[in-house]
């Protein structure tokens, strides 16, 4: 099993260009996540997917949009970078869904430079 | 204030010294998870608390919930060990805050 995986690994954009994140797992978890890990901050959570086709706004969903159209899927859009959204991005899943706690497991990261 | 507050933020041992890294919240949670991002970047968990203590190979965890407070322990340490830990607190049905990590060097 891959486990999380992401892709790029690595990105330069000029600001106001686009792009998308990709995430996928192959464990079946239900849900999954982006965050964005900036430095002396903790990570934070950008979207949240419970299931496919179900979307949550986090803690900075602004400027971004999301996409979770299967469960083994879950997309990062930038319509119009800015430097500000110059990070690195760490795609997670856990198992369920609900009150129940499950371990996260984590995608190893894009490191997004926006100029 | 941070809802996650670890210590300390830097910690430099040597190799073979039992290490403490100390985690306390303040809002009521359904787990803590204890993560270890290698210097390349990557995150792994170790472990996931909701009471008492959990113990895998050289590192060990515990959680007092009246407390609101959670440490990790390694014993025996190793330079392969130098990471940065990292506590996260699940509270609601998905949501999660994150401790800014301690950084932890071990000598050899």
């Known amino acids: 099993n891959a486990g999380v995986t992401q892709t790029p690994k690595f990105q330069v954009l000029k600001t106001g260009q686009s792009m998308t994140l990709q995430c996928a797992q192959d464990?079946?978890?239900?849900?999954m996540y982006w965050y964005r890990q900036d430095p002396g901050m903790g990570l934070r959570l950008i979207y949240y997917?419970?299931?496919?086709?179900?979307?949550d706004k986090g803690e900075v969903p602004n400027g971004y949009n999301v996409s979770r159209l299967n469960k083994r899927e879950f997309s990062l859009r930038l319509e119009s970078a800015a430097p500000s959204q110059t990070s690195v991005y760490f795609c997670a899943s856990t198992e369920g869904s609900g009150t129940i706690a499950y371990e996260q497991y984590f995608g190893p990261g894009t490191r997004l430079t926006v100029t | 204030k941070n809802e996650v507050e670890q210590s300390p933020q830097n910690l430099t041992a040597q190799e073979g010294e039992f290490i403490t890294i100390n985690c306390s919240y303040s809002?009521?949670?359904?787990?803590l998870h204890w993560l270890q991002q290698h210097p390349g970047g990557g995150i792994v968990s170790l472990f996931m608390?909701?009471?008492g203590k959990k113990k895998h190979g050289r590192l060990i965890a515990t959680i007092n919930i009246q407390e609101k407070h959670s440490s990790l322990h390694i014993t025996a340490s190793h330079p392969r060990d130098s990471a940065v830990y990292i506590c996260a607190v699940r509270y609601g049905t998905y949501k999660y805050i994150f401790g800014t990590g301690t950084r932890l060097k071990v000598l050899a």
């Open positions: 608390l909701s009471s």
């Open positions: 997917s419970a299931s496919e086709g179900t979307t």
């Open positions: 464990m079946n978890h239900n849900s």
């Open positions: 809002v009521g949670i359904s787990a």
